[in-house]
């Protein structure tokens, strides 16, 4: 492994609680190379998994955060201008397609077509990166494989994948998790009580049943996190959950009434 | 032919198994160097057949995968910027009309109108590329031709190509292949018996009637391929459906009922 | 006539069949060097007219295609980075208004304003290609003359030509040849039988009294040469037939019946 | 006059009738170096009176067709790249602002908001144009004015000049000139006799009475030179009519058909 | 005061006519270094006025006519390519602010949003300017004085400045000035008599009881003065107040009627 | 601290009047690094929280003001031509995770998706900044925190935070302050009197509750400022609210009568 590719390593095992067979779905998904498509609402560990199987099975992991405004050239390279003409620069997925990195291409669909185009090459049974600027043709490092994220929430008619993009990948479902093991990862996220983590959990819970009532989205594992650590740096829990859990997400009264009822419930 | 070429070139035969008289309807078009187009939905073989044509013609394949913000100078070339001043780089489509390649726009109705018109002059009687920003009339290789692929499901106003583009191709149809040969071509690219993937193209086959009824696209070969693939690497059919038939392609919780129903008619 | 424009003249005579007067009259509009404007719809032989009186002429011809991502850049020229700074291209306008070249503007309509305003000052008394950029005024060569082709079926609210535009051209009406003249068109073309050419000429009629009622528009001339071309080397004339006539220019089945039904009248 | 703008000088006396008072008025605004609005529709000789007056005066004229892909920098200039690092190059309008030129903006309500907006420290008190870019405030030569041209049948919501924009010129109306007098020009620019100029500019009377009843625009002077000048070199005045006064500005059966009837009544 | 910044002072007093007391107020503000907002219609004297307080203060005066295609760097400043690589040019507002001019940008809300966010932090207490493409942060000069224009005539939903904008300025309203000053002002502006400039200010009375009666605007002071430096150069008071006052406002029949009676009744 | 850090630290105390606990959440939150968001209306005090923040955590601070037009290399950093070929310049947002400084992006709102995407790495446990261009990967320094601010009146459909970024930050709601606190810091700021103060809170209080009956927003205590130092610097009361609170936020005659007669009931 080389310079440009080891900063992407993973060095330390990320914290990850597994919640049903996804490790080894996964597992079994790469030793095919299968593109994988992992969907869920937003802040529910779908970074933090990748970037645990990347270290289980000892890839680099090169993440992409898309937006509308990204072209293909952002993933794909591009010529610079040097002291001797132009260099060309590989970009990320051509980085992780060269080297054999898992790329990761997070919330896929807020990017333009040409980036989900991009890729289909890269998804069939080719495994090439065409660089047509250059005039290169990358076949794909056998340790390359492609994966990116979905927030069904997001569909729209607007902005949605295209099928013969979804079409050709595998997808694995992730949502919050349980009760208790959601008590768990917040507890051992920020050090607080397990007693305290749970109360945390608890206020999500309601939240996220007022979700497509009023709230957009529910209260995620995240921001359970953001609210244990200030606890435990002394904040009282009120204020933290106030400042961590409510505020954050809504503006509408009424809303901001029922949550900080919620979290008096429990505080 | 020449290093720029070369890496184009089909090394392999491609698996490709024929349906009816496409091939030999093919070669009588290549013979009098027609353009073609290839309709059809998403997933069903065409690139693979075209690949297995450049293979049995002997001829390099350039493959573009065409999307909206692909502009002319993608296709066509640009000056780059060298040590000594600017250099041309040929684009696919200057490099296939030169050297004589099949040039496959893949999906060419995401193109945008330049795109679309720039491959005018090469499917009439002329056969010329203007490299309008270089000052050159390229006279096209006598091997060149031009092929474009189409899916009918994505027609609409807003995109459709021209009728004076479409004028200049002659079309043949593609469609999912019979139940007997799709169940070949799964078994023969996976590895799984006839039995497995028999039942495979019958999930598909009920999928399929479900398309327009809350399905925008039926399950492709390529899904049912992903599926056999991680059967035969060992996970349990109903996982490796729901990962691969299922879940990529639906969030509605009635369809996926509906299609994770169909997977356990048969596995 | 120099390197830069030999390229452009038209070596062999290009097979034109006359239907009318449109020769002479052509000839009369560029003996005081009128601007033309070719009238007609797609695939009717606009293009092999201007390139036939090119021939007849003696002048170099340069086509460009017109779209709607081309700039005034594109017509007219542009700064090049070289070794030794910037080098001035000319365009193809500004190469045929320098050298004298029949310039044709291949469906103008398609172009944005800034294309057909820049031809403005080359079609009015004064005859000059003002090249902002450079801080040039060509004064167009005597031999220079701007022919622009224009599909009335393509006319619409959105995209139109400007009168003021309009006002610049002389105009001829072209359309599809009567029977005997198309079929001996296309029996010249792809050396098909009288018979045969005959058979493909009325299947065109049959379809181009469609237009308007399914079909955006009928089977051109170029079409009729495809499906001769194939059954000239052998592929039977109702498979020559669906793939060049009817499959490219509808996907309806009721139309697709309606035009497989006309094929096997004839055949 | 320097190498510049020697070739904006007008060398020959451009033909201009004279109508009413327009060239004393012209000259009295000259004399104040009023910038001027000449307001008509298109082809009535705006163009060319504006030509006779600056030889008249004996200043260069700067010619710029606007359209709304033009640029505050293709009026103003920009930098170029040189062997020796950037250079400036001043636009046409700065050229005349410079070297004391007239600067005629021919169309300018096509023109985005940046062309126009531009102009205006050049139309009150100040007369300086600012190269922001440059970081340099021209001060206009003493010989300098702006004109502008506008077709009040243009006008539109979306496209019409800022009021602000408009109380900066003094306006001249211009419209087809009397039976007489547009008889006189005809048979001047086109050395056909008085009687047959005479029967164009009749045909040209009713077609600009259905002007709003089906015809955008009437029919120009500019077109009875173009159909003069194909009479005069031979061609029949009926297929002369049809191909420069006809064809170009309706492909409406009934309006042909008018059109036509009012051709064949005077020829 | 450098070379820079000594092409912006202003040489000569400029002739402005007080109102009430704008003097006063503006010098107060000025005192403060409070960013000023000059709101009222076009051609009322608002430009004159901050021309006239900058002789007054004694400062140099960058004027910019904001218009919807001005970037933030247009105001900021750009890296340009030289000789020796890139060189930082400063934008009117950089040298406004580094060398302590006044900067005048006229009708502001024609501007995009980068332009007006861009002096957000130069009119708060931090009075600053952060070349983010530079990585500078130019602390503005003492003197410096940020000025904008703004003509509540075009507010609209879609163009008006922002809250957060418009509460960073005091503001100072503009009118047309009484019959009296008006006169004195058109009669030192044009040196015509006294009673002819009464008669012309009584035209543009009438003409701006007509505003939003058929009138977008009335007629401006500097309408006026154009009319009368015509009559004072010999042209007939009719033929100058249609040149000036009337043709260049309107093309409607009635409206222009109504505005050659009113000229009629005074002349 | 370097060279290119340092200009961004905040050298004096700015002056800032706590109005409840934000200092101390402020600080909990700093402690844990959590990324923060500033919630209240324009003109409030968030921006000099956020300035007095980073006086007391004594770590530099960076501001960026948003907009519409502002890309995400404008906060990441671009290449740029050098002597000796390309150089990167960090952007304020890599300057501010590089160096460990406070970066605060205002009216975050504005931007596009890009520039909100931008900023997730840098917002979740990972704390990176990609720089895909240079490939590279900062590691933000442990001193780096990001703020934002935002102001929930200008919440829209169209524009508004992804809840994928607004659940990456905790919240303080800002508001303007009660009257004695506001008295006293308009009286700090201007040195007017606690008597004239109060009276501008007063007027300022009448206009708050106006909001949403015909006026955008209320006045802020910015704009009590202004008013205060005018009349410190001897404007009349009368004048200087004119001046400093009504004109800049109405044109309407009688939301400004009724602002008027708030004013004269004061002073």
Known sequence: MNDVISQYSVKEQPYYRSVTDEVALYEAAYSVRMPMMLKGPTGCGKTRFVEYMAWKLGKPLITVACNEDMTASDLVGRFLLDASGTRWQDGPLAIAARHGAICYLDEVVEARQDTTVVIHPLTDARRVLPLEKKGELIQAHPDFQLVISYNPGYQSLMKDLKQST??????????????????????????????????????????????????????????????????????????????????????????????????????
């Open 166 to 267: 979804k079409q050709r990948f595998g997808a694995l479902d992730f949502n919050y998790p349980d009760h208790e093991i959601e008590t768990e990862i917040v507890s051992h996220e920020t050090r607080v009580s397990q007693d305290v983590a749970s109360k945390l959990v608890s206020i999500a819970e309601r939240a996220r049943n007022l979700k497509g009532h009023g709230l957009d989205e529910g209260i995620s594992t995240r921001m359970l996190i953001y609210a244990g650590s200030l606890i435990a740096s002394g904040v009282d829990p009120m204020s933290a959950c106030r400042m961590t859990l409510v505020r954050p997400i809504t503006d509408d009264p009424d809303m901001r009434d029922a949550l900080d009822a919620a979290v008096s419930t429990f505080f």
